[in-house]
């Protein structure tokens, strides 16, 4: 029997389990979620978990105590996604069942690919690195696990999430053909491929493809080079064009990887650039900046690395029949009304977001 009582909030239960079934990145990484109505714009607090450092006990632990100090980061709800749609009475006369399948569902999973591919883009703070292979093995997954190791970074809830060339890259090896499946009662995540070397790893459409912006990968440090400690460098000996936000970078005889940390122009073959983190050594004047060229920037990384915050958004004014849900830190907002143009119902689900690196250190790219 078809039921004619199909409400704002009805739909917006349902559309709220559908888009948390259909996240890949966005169910992997730590969800803030600020139960105040917000406006695209705010912010919101997003509480982070305690650190403690281990001392070896001596016999008197006088002044070695720590407070639990409560440690909040800000993250910018800057996003509103929306699927707006129009509804006729047959639809809305359908019963809960055919409305999932052909109206709730597809605006969910529109909404989750939205969500994951904000999520994804946060590969631009990221130095640390590991590159596939020229033909990918079984190695390539020791070391980027190496390079977690390295950056101190917690065994548990480590998660590997692919592009799809190169989930297919790995798919066919024996390793992922038999990996340890889950072993717990919880419904399988979306693009799950199994566990190895202690990290859950996930297929997602939305990885990105990294643009450098310029074709000369390769510069040299300024005269006079820089002394370790500085953010800021400056290289020459480049071509044209400019150099991307997230651009990997590497100097001679100078330890460690950088990320550059905003977009910068390339002026008479120079280029000042922005890094992170500060430089670990001085970078001598004229030793090669090696800039790493496009490449697909799988994640590796546990799930305080970045951070994905919702908050309810302010009720509509105007009459409009609305209904506000939270479900697992997710808040989805379902709004119907009239058109009078095309004397249509017409509706939008939507949800208020930000995404936010909590700390770099925790993550590493996969490079294909």
Same mark, same amino acid.
């Given at each position: 029997?078809?039921?004619?009582?199909?409400?704002?909030?009805?739909?917006?239960?349902?559309?709220?389990?559908?888009?948390?079934?259909?996240?890949?990145?966005?169910?992997?990484?730590?969800?803030?979620?600020?139960?105040?109505?917000?406006?695209?714009?705010?912010?919101? !607090?997003?509480?982070?978990?305690?650190?403690?450092?281990?001392? =070896?006990?001596? +016999?008197?632990? /006088?002044?070695?105590?720590?407070?639990?100090? =409560?440690?909040?980061?800000?993250?910018?709800?800057?996003?509103?996604? /929306?699927?707006?749609?129009?509804?006729? %009475?047959?639809?809305?006369?359908?019963?809960?069942? &055919?409305?999932? /399948? %052909?109206?709730? &569902?597809?605006?969910?999973?529109?909404?989750?690919?939205?969500?994951?591919?904000?999520?994804? +883009?946060?590969?631009? &703070?990221?130095?640390?690195?590991?590159?596939?292979?020229?033909?990918?093995?079984?190695? &390539?997954?020791?070391?980027?696990?190496?390079?977690?190791?390295?950056?101190?970074?917690?065994? =548990?809830?480590?998660?590997?999430?692919?592009?799809?060339?190169?989930?297919?890259?790995?798919?066919?090896?024996?390793?992922?053909?038999?990996?340890?499946? !889950?072993?717990?009662?919880?419904?399988?995540?979306?693009?799950?491929?199994?566990?190895?070397?202690?990290?859950?790893?996930?297929?997602?459409?939305?990885?990105?493809?990294?643009?450098?912006?310029?074709?000369?990968?390769?510069?040299?440090?300024?005269?006079?080079?820089?002394?370790?400690?500085?953010?800021?460098?400056?290289?020459?000996?480049?071509?044209?064009?400019?150099?991307?936000?997230? /651009?990997?970078?590497?100097?001679?005889?100078?330890?460690?990887?950088?990320?550059?940390?905003?977009?910068?122009?390339?002026?008479?073959?120079?280029?000042?650039?922005?890094?992170?983190?500060?430089?670990?050594?001085?970078?001598?004047?004229?030793?090669?900046?090696?800039?790493?060229?496009?490449?697909?920037?799988?994640?590796?990384?546990?799930?305080?690395?970045?951070?994905?915050?919702?908050?309810?958004?302010?009720?509509?004014?105007?009459?409009?029949?609305?209904?506000?849900?939270?479900?697992?830190?997710?808040?989805?907002?379902?709004?119907?009304?009239?058109?009078?143009?095309?004397?249509?119902?017409?509706?939008?689900?939507?949800?208020?977001?930000?995404?936010?690196?909590?700390?770099?250190?925790?993550?590493?790219?996969?490079?294909?």
């Amino acid at each position: 029997m078809s039921n004619t009582f199909l409400t704002p909030t009805i739909i917006a239960d349902v559309a709220l389990l559908a888009l948390e079934n259909n996240l890949v990145l966005g169910n992997l990484v730590y969800r803030g979620y600020d139960k105040e109505f917000k406006k695209v714009g705010d912010t919101a !607090r997003v509480r982070k978990p305690a650190t403690f450092t281990a001392v =070896e006990f001596d +016999g008197d632990l /006088t002044g070695e105590f720590q407070a639990i100090t =409560e440690s909040y980061v800000d993250v910018k709800l800057d996003k509103i996604l /929306t699927v707006p749609f129009e509804i006729t %009475q047959k639809e809305m006369s359908l019963d809960l069942k &055919d409305l999932t /399948t %052909q109206v709730i &569902d597809p605006a969910a999973r529109a909404l989750a690919q939205a969500i994951d591919l904000l999520v994804a +883009g946060l590969y631009v &703070d990221i130095p640390y690195y590991f590159d596939v292979s020229g033909t990918p093995a079984v190695g &390539d997954i020791a070391g980027i696990r190496k390079v977690l190791n390295i950056n101190k970074v917690p065994m =548990e809830l480590r998660r590997g999430v692919l592009g799809p060339d190169t989930e297919a890259k790995y798919n066919v090896l024996d390793a992922f053909l038999h990996a340890e499946k !889950r072993g717990d009662t919880e419904t399988v995540k979306q693009g799950s491929m199994g566990r190895l070397f202690g990290i859950d790893w996930f297929m997602d459409q939305n990885i990105i493809t990294h643009v450098i912006g310029t074709a000369d990968v390769a510069g040299a440090i300024l005269a006079g080079g820089f002394e370790a400690g500085v953010s800021e460098i400056t290289v020459d000996d480049l071509g044209t064009g400019t150099i991307a936000k997230g /651009t990997i970078l590497t100097i001679a005889d100078c330890a460690g990887e950088y990320v550059v940390t905003a977009d910068a122009t390339i002026a008479t073959n120079e280029a000042t650039l922005k890094i992170y983190p500060a430089l670990k050594a001085a970078a001598v004047a004229d030793k090669v900046v090696t800039l790493h060229a496009a490449d697909i920037a799988n994640l590796v990384f546990h799930q305080n690395a970045f951070c994905l915050a919702t908050a309810p958004l302010v009720a509509p004014l105007g009459g409009a029949n609305a209904s506000v849900k939270t479900y697992k830190n997710l808040s989805l907002q379902v709004v119907f009304s009239w058109n009078h143009n095309t004397m249509k119902n017409v509706g939008t689900m939507s949800i208020l977001c930000g995404t936010k690196t909590l700390c770099p250190e925790l993550a590493a790219r996969l490079e294909d």
